[in-house]
Every structure is written in C-alpha cells, then in structure tokens.
C-alpha cells in the first residue's frame, strides 16, 4: 500500500467517525468516502483491500471504543483484555468497508463505473453486517443523518438502506467531478451532465418527499385520541444497581418519582429495562410495592425486570423481560427479550471465550424469549424493544405488523458511561419510528430518555445523568407503511443488481 493511498484511506476513515455522535458532524459523510474512492480508483483488488480496511478500522474504533469502558468497569476484565475485545470487533465490522474496496477494484478492472457499482455493493454489505452472526447494524451510513429529518422520511419505504444508498451515489458522483475537472489536466474529460442531473434530482426528490410527509402528518389524525404518558428515569449506579442492599432503595425512587408525578394522570407509565433489579414474578414485598404504584397512580405500568423459568430439558432459564400492568395491578402481559447481547447477556462461542465472564450480574445466562409478543393495553398493543432491540428494524417492523400502535424502547445505557455510545443508541432509534410512523417512547436508566413523533422528531428529552420525569403525550397510530409491508426490498434489489452486475463482469472477462 501506498503512502497517498494509506493517507486518503485513513481521512475518510476519519470524516466518517466525525459524522456520527457525539461529534456529529452528519454533513461530513457527503464528502467522507471521496479519499477512499479515489486511492482505490487505480489499485488492484488486494491493495482495495487493505485500504478499504485502513478506513473501516479509523472510524469503527472510533464509533465503538466505549466497548473497552464497559467490560474492564463491569466485566472485571484487566486493561488490555478489554483493549483486545474492542479490537477484534473493530478488525470484524472493518472487514465490510475492506470488501468494499475489494470489490469496487475488481468491478473496475471489468470496465464498471463506480457509480453504479459502489451505491449497491456498500448497502449490500451493511446488510450483510445486520445478519451475519446475529447482526449487528449500529451506526450504518444513513445513522449520520438523524437530525435531517426531511432528507431520513424515504426510510418509510426503503428503510436505512434506501439513504445509505443515496450517500454512497453522491459521493461517487462528487468523486467523478472532481477528478474530471483537476485530477485529469492532460484529458479533455469532464463531468459527466447526466450524473449530475441524476444526483441533484434524486436529492430534490428525497428532500420533497420528506417534507411532503412531514408536512401530511402533521395533518392526518389517524388512531386513537392522544395519550399521556410518564418516563421515569431513575438514574441508578450500575455499579450499585444489582447489590441487595441498594434494591430497595432503588424500588424507592421509582414509586416515589411515579406517585409524586401521578396528580397529573398519566395513563401509561414507563419504567427502563431491569428498573426492578429482582424477579418480578415471585410476587414478593418487592413485587407488591410495584403493583401499588400502578394502583395508586391509577395508570398503566411497564418496566424491565429479570424472569426465569424452572420448566424444560435444560432445566432453570432467565430473562430479561418487560411487564405491563394495568392500572387495577394486574398483569396484561409480558415480553420476553429475543435478541439478547453478544458477551452482555450471553457469551458467543463460550466453548472458545470461556476465560470471559458475562456483564450482567445475577445468575446464569440469559436466554432468549420465544417470539415476539406486543403487550396488550385494553384495544390497544404496545411494541416493547428492550436495550438494543431498538437497532434492529426488523422487530419493530413485526411489531407493527403485529397491530402495534406504538413502540417502547426500554433500556439502561448505565453500562456506557459518558462514551458516545448512549448518543448513537438514542439516534438509531428515531428511525424506528420514521420506517414504521408510530410514536416512540424511550426509557433509559441514566438517559437518554425521550419522546419522538412518528415523523422523527424528537418531542422531549431527558440527559444523561439527570433523575426525574419527563412527561409528554403520543398516540396509537394505525399508518401502514411501505417498509412495514414489505420490510427490506429495497436491499433486496440492490443486492439483485450487484449479482447482475458481477454476471456482466464475468461475461466481460470471459470475453
């Protein structure tokens, strides 16, 4: 590899970690992957590798280095295993950007412009990394854009992958500009008018669209009559959280935060994931405070709460479960987590980590839940999405296509610290309720806590680190989108466009 080579890849590496939290520069990733495309524009297949993994390794030890903070602070690992952990999934998602590379050189030796072949193979690779062992979709491209709201709606009928395509297409076509008009002095080449006709109109016709929506529902009134709800962010130590002696305290501030606010009449109340670090089911004095609160407050109560079950052929099972009790204590229902955390909640392949212990205290593993279940409030079905289930479209679209007329994202990003990940993991979930146009309601234990319309808007909010209640009003919508119809077809064709195109380049090799 080259110097210029290495230096271009290692300043997109960079522009692409600027565009997501906490410094969020999201205008940046319209430039971000220039560099990478032009020190791969005269490389062999190999060389694109390596360059394409320089850059992928620059900007993901960048989005996930708080992975270090959480397993030597509450894993009990030594400095260097945490250290060794975070790399070698940083070495893991950088092998995408690497195959980008790989394959875009390969494409171009076969006489493939990249600007029909980058758009497609990148969102065909993000979708890979969403499935590929369990999948793990955390600040792909289209993320960036989270506070663009007029330029993320299309995600109603494309999804993530839909934007993320659109970022690639530009790049490439500023790319194909700027070397026609100063990279090439000796040729007569200039920009091709046809790409930029087709770039600024697909922009125009996103950013239409997006306003377009917004604007369509800020005047449809569709569902049920609004509905005032209560998050009550606790802020509890996670460090103290899951100590015997701190339970009851913690049990403390929740009623107290709940039935302090409750002169109001909220008639759904929010509690995070584990805000009762006990098991709910053993209907304790623990469990009767709980059920109190609801009664008290005379509204509709979910929280997180640990579950186990004694039954099966491997006999005691755990998990992490959401409640939901309705205002006279009784259960309406209960979810079962079904995409649980690699080494937070389970250990991947423990034959070969068995020197890593899991992060969650308590016993055992947790497994994961059945199916997916919406929790029932009278005629109306609440999609519940513990922790990072929120990252993951593809719940909230059966949810919804479940008849769930709003989501609760229920989580406790105490494990992260002051890191950027609490800020990414928020801006991930506004496109939860844009691809599905449903009310989201966030329940995090130190923050971030918040409200957003189906249109992405974040309504109100709560910090990080802050204890109290934040109060706001969502309803039960009954919008059917494209995207929870159909889910990721338009992955689908990208990925049937890339399979065409590698038909072609191996007719042309033939050839």
């Not at 893991?92 to 072949?117: D, E, H, N, Q, W």
Request: hydrophobic content about 45%; overall charge positive; some cysteine.
């Amino acid at each position: 590899m080259n110097r210029k080579g290495l230096l271009l890849s290692l300043i997109s590496g960079l522009l692409v970690f600027l565009s997501f939290p906490k410094v969020d520069l999201g205008f940046l990733i319209w430039i971000a992957l220039v560099p990478l495309l032009h020190a791969i524009s005269e490389e062999e297949p190999p060389a694109a590798f390596r360059m394409g993994l320089m850059a992928g390794l620059v900007y993901n030890t960048g989005l996930v280095y708080w992975i270090v903070f959480v397993v030597v602070r509450y894993g009990s690992l030594p400095l260097y295993a945490g250290i060794s952990i975070m790399l070698l999934l940083v070495l893991y998602l950088s092998l995408y950007p690497a195959l980008f590379g790989a394959g875009l050189a390969y494409f171009r030796k076969r006489g493939m412009r990249m600007v029909l072949m980058a758009p497609p193979l990148w969102t065909c690779l993000e979708y890979l990394k969403a499935h590929l062992f369990s999948g793990f979709p955390w600040e792909d491209l289209a993320h960036s854009q989270h506070g663009h709201l007029s330029l993320i709606q299309i995600a109603d009928i494309t999804g993530t992958y839909g934007i993320t395509f659109l970022i690639v297409l530009l790049n490439c076509i500023l790319y194909d500009c700027i070397r026609a008009l100063f990279l090439s002095p000796g040729e007569t080449r200039r920009p091709s008018l046809s790409e930029i006709a087709v770039g600024i109109g697909l922009l125009l016709l996103v950013f239409g669209y997006g306003t377009y929506r917004i604007d369509s529902l800020k005047e449809a009134e569709t569902g049920s009559d609004s509905l005032k709800i209560m998050i009550i962010q606790g802020n509890i130590d996670q460090s103290v959280k899951w100590t015997r002696e701190f339970q009851a305290e913690t049990l403390n501030i929740y009623k107290k935060l709940s039935v302090d606010a409750s002169s109001d009449g909220a008639s759904l109340i929010v509690w995070p994931e584990t805000a009762m670090p006990f098991y709910f089911q053993d209907y304790d004095e623990r469990a009767r405070d709980v059920v109190e609160v609801a009664r008290k407050t005379g509204s509709w109560l979910l929280f997180g709460s640990p579950a186990y079950d004694r039954g099966g052929k491997k006999g005691l099972s755990f998990y992490n479960s959401a409640y939901l009790l309705a205002p006279d204590g009784s259960i309406s229902g209960r979810y079962d987590k079904i995409h649980l955390v690699p080494f937070g909640e389970y250990i991947p392949l423990r034959r070969v980590l068995f020197f890593v212990d899991k992060l969650v205290a308590g016993a055992g593993d947790f497994k994961p839940g059945g199916e997916i279940v919406p929790l029932l409030m009278d005629d109306n079905r609440i999609g519940t999405l513990i922790c990072y289930e929120g990252i993951f479209p593809g719940i909230s679209r059966q949810y919804r296509r479940k008849g769930a007329g709003l989501l609760v994202n229920i989580t406790n990003d105490a494990w992260y610290g002051n890191t950027s990940a609490p800020y990414q993991h928020m801006t991930m979930a506004i496109f939860r309720a844009i691809e599905n146009r449903a009310y989201l309601i966030r329940a995090a234990n130190t923050g971030i806590s918040a409200i957003v319309n189906p249109d992405g808007t974040i309504v109100s909010m709560m910090g990080l680190f802050e204890r109290g209640v934040l109060e706001g009003t969502v309803r039960f919508t009954r919008y059917d989108t494209f995207y929870a119809r159909y889910g990721d077809i338009f992955a689908c064709f990208s990925i049937g466009f890339l399979l065409i195109g590698s038909l072609v380049s191996l007719r042309r090799k033939n050839r």
